[in-house]
């Protein structure tokens, strides 16, 4: 079946840094991806939907400059964390689905820790 | 906004049958009734999904009410492995239509 595949599992960095975290579609061309955010005992929250070859376009709430999101293929889109703090902190999920597809296929998650 | 509501927790014996309801009754036409489930630090995992008739696969069966205003999912013979938190999805099948997730039932299953 389709399969979402997201790296790294986990990460630590210290504030200021920034942080990338790919997703890729491994058996499926994705056009459209989308990226979550959860806080501990919190639902997925939305914050973007990553387009192939256009902007993303980001949830009310989401800064843009913050959360950068680069969907430069059919396969993988990115998440870069910039300038990263201790409130960044959170389980970041990537999913997909594939074209004709009813199904949404969730990566397995990263694990953010900002010291 | 979501567009379900679910009890915030159940409690369900070991072997037993869990039966897990969601509200939905603001759902369009074309929009579809999914389940996933989470747990804990893992990305949800697909259940199953409907539009309008009863499903069934491997893993659960999906009761969804003549007028599509609620469902219901049935895990026929639970294990502590199904202790998740369940989340009651309305979307589109297209796929550029968002997901988003409302709270969900957390299920806990006693041994």
């Known amino acids: 079946g389709a399969v979402v595949s997201q790296h790294p599992s986990w990460v630590i960095c210290k504030s200021g840094t920034s942080v990338k975290i790919e997703c890729r ?3 499926f061309q994705a056009t459209t991806m989308f990226w979550y955010r959860q806080f501990p005992k919190q639902s ?18 989401v800064e ?26 959170s389980f970041y999920i990537c999913s997909a689905r594939a074209q004709g597809r009813e199904k949404l296929f969730f990566g397995s998650g990263t694990q953010l820790s900002v010291l | 906004d979501a567009k379900t509501t679910q009890p915030p927790s159940m ?11 969601c509200n939905h009754s603001t759902i369009s036409g074309n929009e579809y009734v999914y389940w996933y489930r989470q747990i804990h630090s893992q990305g949800p995992q697909y259940i199953i ?20 205003k609620s469902s219901t999912l049935i ?15 309305v979307s589109p099948m297209n796929r550029d239509d968002k ?13």
């Open chain 2, 49 to 68: 999904h409907g539009l309008k008739n009863n499903e069934t696969n491997e893993m659960a069966s999906l009761i969804i009410t003549e007028d599509r």
């Open chain 1, 64 to 89: 843009k400059d913050k959360f950068l999101i680069n969907h430069a293929s059919l396969t993988l889109s990115t998440l870069t964390v910039t300038s990263a703090h201790p409130e960044d902190s």
């Open chain 1, 25 to 27: 579609s491994l058996d």
């Open chain 1, 44 to 61: 997925l929250m939305l914050m973007a939907t990553s387009n192939e070859g256009s902007k993303a376009t980001y949830e009310q709430g």
């Open chain 2, 11 to 21: 409690d369900c014996a070991e072997g037993r049958a869990a039966n897990l309801p």
């Open chain 2, 99 to 111: 997901i988003i997730f409302g709270k969900g039932t957390r299920l806990h299953i006693l041994p």
């Open chain 2, 75 to 89: 895990l026929p013979h639970a294990t502590l492995r199904d202790t998740a938190v369940y989340y009651c999805i």
